[in-house]
């Protein structure tokens, strides 16, 4: 069975701060590893994911994020972070075998404040 | 392009009642997922569809949900009788598949749910 942990339920940053967002995950094959954001009374919105190939993973609003084989994380960064940053980030993981079907961590909350 | 259509946005009924939630994914879009998020158990998947054919169920709750997919560009989730537990916001998600591993993997677009409220 696969699974995603996300550690912390609530992450406060100031703005113009670097921010991660951690995530670890269980596969039993090679993994397909994915973020999500969702804003307030809205659906989530893709963000970017590792498939295969260059550890670092660039996304949308200036987002990327780290796959780590060894220590299985897939952490979420930004190196300076926007009050518009602020809502709930979702990892997520599939492997080979399941694609599409994407197991969903618990969500952090991000607060980014002036 | 317009997105992932739900309707209603909310409902609210009584225990007991018969809801159907309604999905009308993106054009285009050969696969669709039905999920269900609340505060305790965070976001499930209920039931995907592939090509209008049900993949994988094992996600829906009980006997009382039934999902179906007529055609490529609607969807319902049906819960009858439906009871309190089973208050929450129910997501549609459609995405164009592949190949496993392909260009499009894992980038679901999702409506903006339906809030359902059991009294």
């Known amino acids: 069975a696969q699974s995603v942990a996300q550690p912390e339920d609530q992450v406060n940053v100031a703005e113009g701060n670097p921010l991660t967002v951690k995530c670890t995950y269980s596969?039993?094959?090679?993994?397909?590893l994915f973020w999500y954001v969702q804003y307030p009374n809205r659906g989530l919105q893709f963000l970017l994911k590792?498939?295969?190939?260059?550890?670092l993973v660039k996304g949308s609003y200036g987002f990327e994020a780290e796959f780590n084989k060894s220590q299985t994380s897939f952490h979420l960064k930004k190196p300076s972070a926007l009050v518009s940053d602020s809502a709930l980030y979702f990892c997520?993981?599939?492997?080979?075998?399941?694609?599409?079907?994407?197991?969903f961590g618990t969500g952090t909350r991000l607060q980014v404040t002036l | 392009d317009a997105g992932v259509i739900q309707s209603p946005r909310h409902e609210v009924t009584e225990m007991g009642q018969e809801v159907t939630l309604r999905c009308k994914p993106i054009?285009?879009?050969?696969?669709l997922f039905w999920y269900r998020q609340t505060m305790m158990r965070g976001l499930e998947l209920l039931i995907y569809?592939?090509?209008?054919?049900?993949?994988?169920d094992s996600g829906m709750p009980e006997d009382r949900f039934s999902a179906k997919m007529p055609n490529a560009s609607f969807s319902t989730l049906k819960i009858q009788p439906s009871e309190p537990r089973d208050s929450a916001v129910y997501f549609c998600?459609?995405?164009?598949?592949?190949?496993?591993?392909?260009?499009?993997?894992?980038?679901?677009?999702f409506g903006e749910g339906s809030r359902l409220t059991v009294l």
């Open positions: 590792y498939i295969t190939g260059d550890n």
């Open positions: 998600a459609s995405s164009r598949e592949g190949l496993a591993g392909g260009a499009n993997t894992g980038e679901l677009f």
């Open positions: 569809f592939n090509n209008n054919v049900p993949i994988d």
């Open positions: 997520a993981v599939s492997d080979t075998g399941t694609a599409s079907k994407l197991t």
């Open positions: 054009s285009g879009h050969n696969s």
């Open positions: 596969v039993s094959g090679n993994p397909y």
